[in-house]
């Protein structure tokens, strides 16, 4: 599979497991469910923008690195302190820390794919690539 491809569907799958997780951290008050929870839809629009619009360019594989950094802290956040005990003893727990363990792994996964991009982008630009008039200038 193509390295741009993958980067799609691993920065896809972050952000559909970014908005589950939102989702459930609102169905279970760990959110308070209010108009500061929108704050989340320009992020995810953003981050599919980058996605979907930029895969291909320098400016769509930061938007995906930064997003990968902060689909990595959500599980960490939770983590930390008290942890998901509360939450395991709850109903429908496993589907909330599958979701932050999945969130984890694709996030990084995604992080790592667009540092990779990056890097090759940087490479190629400044070894390899010319402007396109560069040799076509008195050819006419």
Excluded: Q
């Excluded at 599980?75 to 509360?86: A, F, Q």
């Excluded at 363990?101 to 010319?130: C, E, K, M, N, P």
């Amino acid at each position: 599979m193509k390295h741009t491809a993958m980067l799609r569907v691993a920065s896809l799958l972050s952000v559909l497991l970014f908005t589950f997780h939102v989702a459930d951290d609102i169905a279970r008050g760990m959110e308070s469910g209010t108009v500061s929870n929108l704050a989340a839809v320009p992020i995810c629009v953003a981050w599919l923008y980058g996605t979907l619009v930029l895969a291909e360019r320098w400016s769509g594989h930061v938007i995906m690195l930064v997003g990968g950094l902060l689909g990595m802290a959500v599980p960490v956040l939770h983590m930390m302190g008290s942890g998901v005990g509360p939450i395991a003893r709850a109903g429908g727990a496993l589907f909330f820390i599958w979701t932050l363990l999945a969130l984890g792994v694709s996030a990084l996964f995604s992080f790592i794919l667009s540092a990779r991009g990056l890097w090759s982008l940087t490479l190629g630009r400044s070894r390899w690539s010319r402007p396109d008039d560069v040799g076509l200038r008195g050819t006419r």
